[in-house]
């Protein structure tokens, strides 16, 4: 089977094995067929660039001083408001595109600057729960953290944490019933695979952090050493009963 057809064949977004050079000239290929668009306004784009020239300057960088309850530091890239939704449906609607590639380099940048990646042993995505993935097709914290991995050649761990129950939808849920919502959804496949490590949390949007604060909690029992928490989006404090 040639190349060219397993490119043709992949989804779009889609990640190849192999070193750097190797994922540049799969981007560069499948630019020719799926030319390479904005997340935000969808304006043709370089095959690695994330954003056009002009979409950067409309998000908002996240700042302030927003903390997940036990774990040892948070960041995100982005305040999540009108500017930046375009993105972030791409990929929660099931349409991948660029989003990915966009959000998750933006992060990697955002946990080197807040030195979380010289601290980082293993990356983590937040699960969803199997049945919700295979309706979906994907994770879309997997995809994001997929592209941390790459970014900061840091191990990438997938089957470590699971979400192990199904959930009510949160976005209608205050921050206490979230808590109660989430409370044992999710469960450690292994403690071996985090037993003494630092991990770093990769998830799309944080709201209230129910969800990162809860598995936090969950990996430190089974012995991780540190969790350092990370999100694309960060909504705004006042926005937080509104989770996407």
Aim: charged fraction near 25%; charge should be positive; include cysteine.
């Amino acid at each position: 089977m040639s190349a060219l057809y397993v490119l043709l064949k992949a989804p779009k977004g889609a990640f190849f094995a192999g070193d750097n050079m190797n994922k540049n000239i799969s981007r560069r290929i499948l630019h020719l067929f799926y030319p390479n668009r904005c997340p935000v306004c969808g304006e043709i784009i370089d095959a690695q660039d994330m954003f056009c020239t002009d979409c950067p300057e409309k998000l908002t960088v996240c700042r302030g001083t927003f903390s997940i309850p036990d774990s040892d530091g948070f960041c995100a890239s982005f305040e999540y408001n009108d500017a930046v939704t375009p993105a972030v449906m791409l990929l929660k609607d099931g349409i991948c595109g660029n989003a990915a590639f966009a959000l998750g380099s933006s992060l990697a940048e955002t946990v080197e600057k807040c030195g979380f990646a010289d601290k980082t042993d293993i990356i983590i995505p937040v699960p969803m729960y199997r049945f919700d993935k295979l309706k979906r097709g994907y994770n879309q914290s997997e995809l994001i953290a997929r592209v941390v991995s790459d970014k900061l050649g840091k191990p990438l761990c997938t089957n470590a944490v699971i979400k192990s129950r199904k959930t009510q939808m949160q976005k209608n849920l205050t921050a206490r019933e979230r808590a109660v919502n989430l409370c044992g959804a999710f469960s450690v496949t292994d403690t071996s695979l985090v037993k003494g490590k630092s991990v770093l949390l990769v998830d799309d949007v944080c709201t209230t952090g129910s969800t990162l604060s809860e598995i936090v909690k969950l990996l430190k029992a089974c012995g991780a050493s540190r969790v350092y928490c990370a999100g694309c989006c960060k909504t705004p404090e006042k926005n937080n009963n509104n989770e996407v």
